[in-house]
């Protein structure tokens, strides 16, 4: 989304009506109050061009030149190209013109794309930035030149996490965020989310990888921009703008709608001692030993505060693992662990949930953030109930394996249920910027 003059303008993907789900032409919509909008109806930018995929166009305005630049992921049915292309007019409704033919961005294959501009007035840089997915493989970030047209000779300046969707934001404190999406195709999974301590984007790096949604598909949906929205006195609210795109839903994807929800800031600091209630997610893994795995079907101790791993208590979590006071007692304490290398964990026979403990798979991967959970056990036991176990009765990390009968860089980690230091994205089925 871009803004000019009080004037919002929306730009999307046109209708999927040819094969491969490829749309030949964008839609352009204006408005005053970011609810009435109005179908500008802009030409098809390709009456006379080949018919492309044409998938995640960014609208902006280089201050510099005047000119209105499209930037868009261009390829084929196939994804044979794997470029990106750029359109300028004189006229945000247009006409658009190619400044060159589609092309790949620093001769990398580029994917799902989105471009930032690093707004002054906002505590950036100055320039504008393209961030995509090279060879689906990581998110490269490269420098755009001073006529927004391509990247600089630099190259790639930041390499972040595998991702779609992709959306760069400062917040009003000027720190960098990144957002995305898995890569599952169509299929809505779990948010990314980054942060870099670094002030610039060029060499920046990307830390504390998480969901800020407390949904596993965010919502279902997936991220294409996040708009930073400044009210009259100033002050700033961030838009997350995504697309829920209905592949097997009715009408398909030319049936797709979008959602937007306010990201909301850091409430406070960390907590910094786990507690009872915190709740078990995959993460990187540390080099303190975090578990003590008491003999067969016994407790699972967090050797940092010598709380027990339980199955949560309460019915509409069921099968969530967290931090509890030990009681040899309770049932949802009662574990028996394979000593030692590679097996599964799984819980004693009780009233309740007597199960596997399994991280919970966002849509097949193996990611940081993917929650813990207890399920009932596969047979063969599933690739996602696999974990590489210290001996029985020593302290050692719980490590996820890869799949492939390997230990993963992913351990058994404990988080606060709610973190009062990380953004966070709630559902609202209403809701007001006057609110936030």
Same mark, same amino acid.
């Given at each position: 989304m871009y803004v000019e003059g009080g004037v919002y303008y929306l730009i999307g993907e046109g209708k999927k009506v040819l094969s491969g789900d490829i749309s030949a032409c964008f839609n352009l919509f204006s408005s005053t109050d970011l609810q009435?909008?109005?179908d500008i109806l802009a030409p098809p930018p390709f009456d006379k061009e080949p018919y492309y995929r044409m998938e995640r166009p960014k609208l902006m305005r280089n201050p510099t030149t005047k000119k209105y630049l499209l930037w868009f992921h261009c390829d084929t049915d196939g994804f044979a190209m794997r470029s990106v292309g750029v359109l300028t007019?004189?006229?945000?409704?247009?006409?658009?013109?190619?400044?060159?033919? $589609?092309?790949r961005p620093d001769g990398q294959d580029s994917y799902d794309m989105g471009t930032f501009y690093d707004d002054p007035a906002l505590g950036g840089d100055g320039h504008a930035y393209l961030i995509r997915s090279v060879g689906n493989k990581y998110a490269g970030i490269s420098q755009l030149t001073a006529d927004w047209t391509g990247t600089t000779p630099a190259g790639i300046v930041s390499a972040g996490p595998d991702m779609? @969707?992709?959306?760069?934001?400062?917040?009003?404190?000027?720190?960098?965020?990144?957002? @995305?999406?898995?890569?599952?195709?169509?299929?809505?999974?779990?948010?990314q989310f980054v942060t870099s301590p670094n002030a610039s984007l060029v060499g920046a790096?990307?830390? *504390? *990888?998480?969901?800020?949604?407390?949904?596993? *598909?965010?919502?279902?949906?997936?991220?294409?921009?996040?708009?930073?929205?400044?009210?009259?006195?100033?002050?700033? &609210?961030?838009?997350?703008?995504a697309?829920?795109? *209905?592949e097997n839903g009715p009408g398909g994807l030319d049936n797709m709608t979008a959602i937007w929800l306010p990201l909301l800031p850091p409430s406070g600091p960390a907590p910094? %001692?786990?507690? !009872?209630?915190?709740?078990?997610?995959?993460?990187? $893994?540390? %080099?303190?030993?975090?578990?003590?795995?008491?003999?067969?079907?016994?407790?699972?101790?967090?050797?940092?505060?010598?709380? $027990?791993?339980?199955q949560s208590p309460d019915g509409a979590n069921r099968g969530a693992l967290e931090l509890a006071a030990c009681s040899a007692a309770d049932p949802l304490q009662r574990w028996h662990a394979a000593g030692g290398g590679s097996g599964a964990v799984t819980s004693t026979p009780h009233a309740r949930d007597a199960g596997c403990v399994s991280w919970n798979v966002a849509n097949q991967q193996l990611v940081a953030?993917? !929650?813990?959970?207890?399920?009932? $056990? @596969?047979?063969? !036991?599933?690739?996602?109930?696999?974990?590489?176990? !210290?001996?029985?009765?020593?302290?050692?990390?719980?490590?996820?394996?890869? @799949?492939?009968?390997?230990?993963? &860089?992913?351990?058994?980690?404990?988080?606060?249920? %709610?973190?009062?230091?990380?953004?966070?994205?709630?559902?609202?089925?209403?809701?007001?910027?006057?609110?936030?």
């Amino acid at each position: 989304m871009y803004v000019e003059g009080g004037v919002y303008y929306l730009i999307g993907e046109g209708k999927k009506v040819l094969s491969g789900d490829i749309s030949a032409c964008f839609n352009l919509f204006s408005s005053t109050d970011l609810q009435a909008w109005n179908d500008i109806l802009a030409p098809p930018p390709f009456d006379k061009e080949p018919y492309y995929r044409m998938e995640r166009p960014k609208l902006m305005r280089n201050p510099t030149t005047k000119k209105y630049l499209l930037w868009f992921h261009c390829d084929t049915d196939g994804f044979a190209m794997r470029s990106v292309g750029v359109l300028t007019a004189d006229a945000v409704t247009g006409p658009f013109k190619f400044v060159t033919p $589609c092309f790949r961005p620093d001769g990398q294959d580029s994917y799902d794309m989105g471009t930032f501009y690093d707004d002054p007035a906002l505590g950036g840089d100055g320039h504008a930035y393209l961030i995509r997915s090279v060879g689906n493989k990581y998110a490269g970030i490269s420098q755009l030149t001073a006529d927004w047209t391509g990247t600089t000779p630099a190259g790639i300046v930041s390499a972040g996490p595998d991702m779609e @969707g992709q959306a760069l934001m400062r917040d009003v404190n000027g720190t960098l965020h990144a957002a @995305g999406s898995h890569l599952t195709g169509w299929a809505s999974n779990a948010a990314q989310f980054v942060t870099s301590p670094n002030a610039s984007l060029v060499g920046a790096q990307w830390v *504390n *990888n998480y969901n800020p949604s407390s949904s596993s *598909n965010t919502y279902d949906s997936q991220s294409t921009f996040i708009f930073p929205f400044v009210h009259a006195d100033g002050h700033v &609210t961030h838009i997350w703008m995504a697309d829920r795109w *209905n592949e097997n839903g009715p009408g398909g994807l030319d049936n797709m709608t979008a959602i937007w929800l306010p990201l909301l800031p850091p409430s406070g600091p960390a907590p910094a %001692t786990p507690a !009872p209630g915190w709740v078990f997610v995959l993460d990187i $893994c540390l %080099t303190a030993p975090a578990f003590l795995l008491s003999p067969s079907d016994a407790s699972v101790t967090h050797v940092t505060t010598g709380l $027990c791993v339980s199955q949560s208590p309460d019915g509409a979590n069921r099968g969530a693992l967290e931090l509890a006071a030990c009681s040899a007692a309770d049932p949802l304490q009662r574990w028996h662990a394979a000593g030692g290398g590679s097996g599964a964990v799984t819980s004693t026979p009780h009233a309740r949930d007597a199960g596997c403990v399994s991280w919970n798979v966002a849509n097949q991967q193996l990611v940081a953030g993917n !929650p813990i959970i207890a399920y009932a $056990c @596969g047979s063969p !036991p599933a690739w996602n109930e696999a974990f590489e176990l !210290p001996a029985a009765g020593a302290p050692g990390l719980v490590t996820a394996d890869d @799949g492939n009968g390997n230990p993963s &860089t992913l351990c058994a980690a404990v988080v606060p249920p %709610t973190n009062p230091s990380k953004w966070t994205l709630p559902w609202f089925d209403a809701w007001s910027l006057k609110d936030f």
